[in-house]
């Protein structure tokens, strides 16, 4: 349910980092809250983000929830798939159902977030 | 080649499916003129893509479309805070009567002293049954009734030489038009918590009540169906702080004759004629949100205000008016919808109307608190909240309830609303009802409840026997197909 | 005065619209578990409790029926012999026998807000009708279940524009109805916006502007360059807002044709009475690109878990209940009736009879124009000579159009309106197809008679 490679924010945003970038998408738990995902609204490739600030928004059918990145950075590429098919957040929230990609501008940010672990603790 | 039949099979398919060239619903007359130059043909299209249908094509597509709909007509439509009462036939023919229907809102003022005279007296029944006695029937629904409130509010401040009060605060329990009003007025939203009893928490307004305060909007009786037990405090707090206070007026099916929203303090109100008044919701409109104010407000009120001069009755601009909020003067035939029933049921009718309103949820509540939870433990005024989290934990959510429902030819109460109480079914059942249709649905309720252990599918699948069965919203978002086109033509199953 | 039958205690009334009996309520009381109403009322300040309302006692139906038809006896229209060239936003058109049919239907007339889908499919598939008539009409792709009004419409449109670009400074044409600029600064004003006047014969305008908003025919009955200046407003980033009259679109180019972002349109003309300024109906439409933008319920189509063709409100999460403060609008009931009498009036009328009429308006109007034209000391079309006209324009009086109307009103004729604000001793005269021939024939006499005497 919580991969052990993956950081967790308290906002139910994962991180897996690849080199210096960071791969972000949300979590099986904030799918489950929110139902079938209908549309997804994120940023342009480019823009520059600080940590656990918002960078778009997801709808389901009967909900709107706000995305917070839980790393800053630039975005260097946005997830077509999510956009185009968003149930694929749904389906897969930690493989294709990614969001966005983020060159981070400080690594030692990952060291706030939490562990599958400390995460999952917070759920219960 | 054999025709089959199901159960159940309705004809979907649309007007333009069914279109056939060269066939014609209507004629109208010819020319009587001379015949006239046409402008240049660059200024001119193609024919328009409508039906050609027969007449008794229409009338029978939007016949058999209608029995396809709940209605109050047809059905107990128990829905909390829309007040889903009788829609009283006489209304409507006398609201179309000619000399009515069919005069133009800028016609002289003196070829329609009838039409202004009866918006006059309807505003003054208003005033004298809210206790505020400033009143503008220029709001075509409680939406724009609310957001002409809050603009009401912005220019007394602004008068006062106050413009830096720009908070709204807003209960968690509002309706959600509530912060979106206040949001379009240019006000930041504020949220007070309520209590455990459901209640405004009235330490916390007091925190939260400073010289940056606009408003304060509460919705009395509560989302929750519970009258404020600290009205007065409340009210008092807010005015200290130099706000005003706003009623959500949603919810007067209870309060009428029982207590005066101007006598508690409160500076605004709107109504919705097509809740309390009884005029048809029509599927989602057209409805009417008159906005009602304290007398020292009644200046700032949206254009325009019918007033009577020693002239004659004439439409006014109230001299510090907020100005128009809409084209022309609200919407006059549910005005004068409201204004039969009023006059129909006079003081006595009227007060009948809450206090049967009341006794009937207060009924429905304590003969189901033994298998529904109730969100606040106490007497509820005209509608109660059930939370189906007993429910909820047996397999069974609120809106399964619900849809189960609509099986017993039942509408659904509310549902999910207000979004502090989980698993929310709010029940109204109106005056309008008999006892015998209460016992029924409380009937339906408890059968519901234990068909979650004997048989819960019934429950988690339904509805069974309606036109259609739950419908695929996702796709509906993800790919929406919002009309007609020759390429998605009528797909059979 | 209508009787009731009292038997002490507060709620004794046996009406019509209320069938709880003494009986019935002394059971449910004592499920209650109180001895009284007042028992439930304990959270009710006393000394407020139960004020005198100084109401009148209810009547029976037929003193109501009585009262209302004196009510409308005070009223002159055209039931009470008056010829009518009033316009201006509100138009008088034939409203057909099957439009007053299908409102006698209950459940369409008595039905809520299609929340529960499964219990609305006609509400629902009604809208979608709807929702397909407008985009016929207009050219456009996508349109909404209706607004409040068009005035409502056209406001919440320059809003929408104003998101979809980011700008806070939105153009108005000043050959609009003062109706539309006076509406949308009561919905702009604490938002930031500002509005910018533009003239129709601009060639240039800010570079930062949301959009131009146009009406057309616009508010003196003349058809305005919509494609010169959708092109302006593209070329300088904003995007085209036009407000029409849904009738010219039986005759007139439909604004999709000239790629405009949004149209708008008071509905009322298309079945609806005018009913002293409503309800009536906000038409909009856009391009697909800006759905999520756009304000009002959304029907679509979709299927069941059976498989089989349903609707539902879609794209709810624009909508207020779901975004609350950040909603596209705070708007919740609209018109979804008056939306059935436009969309069993468009199928009513078809292909052909939306033709017939804006023809039938077309000439009739002409032909008056002309007419009045031809009178001493009066003329048409002052404004932009020359220009096209649909079914209203302006007639320059010899004097005051006010005094004019006030002598016509005694010969039960109620002249075009008064805009001399905005034109000296103009007035804007419509002509539809409720006008006979002997009718623009006894106006323009009286015209002529009045005028030679002003």
């Known amino acids: ?82 956009t185009d098919s968003p149930e694929v957040v749904n389906e897969e929230p930690y493989g294709t159902g990614w969001l966005i990609k983020i060159e981070l501008s400080d690594t030692a940010q990952l060291d706030t977030l939490m562990d599958a672990a400390t995460y999952q603790a917070t759920l219960e | 080649m054999t025709i089959t039949t199901s159960a159940g099979d309705i004809d979907r398919r649309l007007l333009m499916d069914r279109s056939v060239a060269g066939r014609k619903a209507f004629t109208l007359p010819e020319s009587d003129v001379p015949a006239q130059k046409l402008p240049d043909s660059s200024f001119l299209r193609d024919d328009v893509e409508l039906p050609e249908v027969s007449q008794l094509e229409v009338i029978r597509y939007f016949s058999v479309l209608s029995q396809l709909n709940f209605s109050i007509d047809t059905n107990f439509y128990p829905l909390g805070s829309c007040t889903m009462k009788y829609n009283p036939k006489i209304n409507d023919e006398l609201a179309n009567l000619p000399g009515l229907a069919d005069i133009h809102p800028l016609q002289p003022d003196e070829t ?19 206790g505020l006695v400033g009143v503008s029937l220029a709001p075509l629904a409680g939406a724009q009734g609310e957001y002409a409130g809050l603009l009401v509010a912005r220019a007394y401040h602004e008068s006062q030489n106050d413009s830096a009060r720009t908070v709204a605060i807003v209960p968690d329990s509002a309706h959600g038009t509530n912060p979106a009003s206040a949001a379009m007025a240019g006000l930041e939203v504020v949220t007070v918590r309520s209590d455990d009893q459901g209640n405004v928490d009235v330490e916390n307004l007091r925190e939260l009540a400073n010289e940056s305060t606009a408003v304060f909007m509460l919705t009395i009786p509560s989302t929750l169906g519970l009258f404020e037990p600290n009205i007065l405090e409340i009210n008092k707090i807010v005015h200290d702080a130099g706000g005003l206070v706003y009623a ?14 101007g006598d508690l303090g409160v500076d605004i109100c709107h109504s919705n004629l097509h809740k309390t008044f009884s005029t048809p919701h029509g599927g989602g409109g057209p409805g009417s949100g008159p906005v009602m104010v304290t007398d020292e407000l009644a200046k700032f009120l949206p254009k325009p205000v019918a007033m009577k001069t020693d002239a004659g009755y004439v439409m006014a601009t109230p001299e510090m008016s907020i100005g128009a909020i809409n084209g022309f003067h609200g919407s006059f035939s549910i005005a004068a919808r409201a204004y039969a029933y009023i006059k129909t049921l006079g003081l006595e009718g009227l007060q009948s109307v809450s206090e049967n309103a009341i006794i009937s949820a207060n009924y429905i509540q304590a003969k189901l608190r033994d298998k529904y939870n109730i969100a606040a433990d106490r007497y509820c005024m005209h509608e109660t909240v059930l ?45 309008s009802e008999s006892k015998e249709t209460l016992d029924h649905f409380i009937a339906v309720m408890r059968q519901i409840d234990d068909e979650i252990d004997s048989s819960p599918e019934l429950i988690l699948e339904a509805p069974h026997d309606l036109p259609v069965t739950r419908l695929d919203e996702a796709t509906a978002a993800r790919k929406p197909v919002l009309r007609w086109t020759a390429e998605s033509n009528f797909l059979s199953s | ?85 009033l316009g201006a936003g509100s138009y008088s058109h034939y409203i057909p026998s099957t439009v007053r049919s299908i409102l006698q239907r209950g459940e369409f007339v008595t039905a809520y807000t299609p929340y529960q889908p499964e219990a609305a499919q006609g509400t629902l598939q009604v809208g979608f009708e709807f929702q397909t008539v407008i985009c016929q009409l207009t050219g456009m792709e996508v349109a909404n279940a209706g607004m409040y009004d068009g005035p409502t419409a056209f406001a919440e449109a320059c809003l929408m524009a104003s998101r979809v670009t980011k700008r806070t400074r939105i153009g108005v044409l000043s050959s609009a109805d003062s109706r539309l600029p006076d509406t949308l600064l009561a919905y702009s004003k604490h938002q930031g916006n500002e509005i910018i006047v533009i003239t129709p014969d601009a060639t240039e305008i800010p570079d930062d502007l949301a959009c131009i908003g146009i009406q057309s025919p616009n508010f003196f009955g003349e058809i305005e360059d919509v494609e010169r200046l959708t092109k302006l407003a593209h070329d300088n980033g904003a995007l085209s807002v036009v407000h029409v009259n849904p009738v010219a679109l039986g005759m007139f180019k439909a604004p999709g044709e000239f790629d405009v972002d949004i149209v708008t349109a008071e509905g009322q003309p298309l079945g609806v009475p005018m009913a002293f300024g409503g309800p009536y109906v906000g038409l909009f439409a856009c391009k697909k690109a800006h759905i999520r933008q756009m304000p009002g319920r959304i029907i679509g189509r979709t299927t069941d878990t059976k498989g089989r063709t349903g609707y539902a409100l879609t794209l709810q999460t624009r909508e207020q209940h779901i975004r609350r403060q950040r909603a596209t609008s705070n708007i919740c009931t609209s018109t979804q009736l008056i939306g059935l009498m436009v969309t069993v009036y468009a199928a009513t009328l078809g292909k052909q009879g939306i033709k017939d009429l804006a023809n039938l308006c077309y000439q009739k109007a002409h032909y008056a124009a002309s007419e009045i034209g031809n009178l001493n000391g009066f003329s048409v079309n002052p404004i932009s000579p020359g220009g096209t006209f649909f079914h209203e324009f302006v007639v320059k009086c010899p004097g005051s159009p006010s005094k004019i109307n006030a002598s016509l009103l005694n010969k039960k004729i109620i002249g075009g309106l008064d805009i001399s604000d905005r034109y000296e001793n103009g007035m804007l005269v419509c002509v539809t197809e409720t006008s006979s021939k002997d009718d623009i024939d006894k106006f323009v006499k009286a015209l002529s008679e009045i005028g030679a005497s002003a």
């Open chain 3, 1 to 85: 005065m209508a009787s009731f039958a009292t038997s002490g205690g507060n709620t004794s009334t046996n009406h019509p619209y209320i069938p709880s009996t003494d009986l019935d309520r002394q059971e449910m009381l004592g499920v209650i578990g109180v001895d009284s109403l007042d028992g439930l009322l304990g959270d009710i300040p006393i000394e407020h409790r139960h004020p005198r309302l100084n109401l009148d006692a209810g009547l029976a139906e037929q003193e109501l029926s009585t009262l209302f038809r004196s009510i409308a006896a005070e009223n002159a229209s055209s039931s009470s012999g008056y010829i009518s060239f």
């Open chain 2, 387 to 431: 939370s189906a989290t007993k429910q909820k934990k047996r397999g069974v959510a609120g809106l399964d309830i619900a849809k189960r429902l609509l099986d017993f030819g039942i509408h659904a109460p509310t549902m999910y609303f207000p979004m502090i109480i989980d698993e929310a079914l709010m029940v109204e059942p109106t005056e």
């Open chain 2, 248 to 261: 959500d007026g949603a919810n007067l099916n209870a309060l009428l004759g029982l207590v005066k929203l």
């Open chain 2, 112 to 130: 329609v002293q009838g039409a202004i005279r009866l918006l006059k007296n309807l505003q003054d029944d208003l005033g004298e049954i809210t």
């Open chain 1, 1 to 82: 349910m919580y991969p052990e490679d993956l950081k967790y924010s308290k906002e139910h945003e994962w991180v897996r980092l690849n080199g210096n970038i960071a791969e972000v998408g949300v979590t099986v738990f904030a799918q489950e809250s929110l139902g079938d995902v209908v549309f997804v609204d994120l940023p342009a490739e480019g823009t520059e983000i600080e940590q656990f600030s918002k960078f778009g928004e997801i709808e389901s059918v009967k909900a709107v929830s706000d995305l917070f990145s839980p790393v800053g950075g630039k975005i260097v590429e946005v997830n077509s798939s999510a």
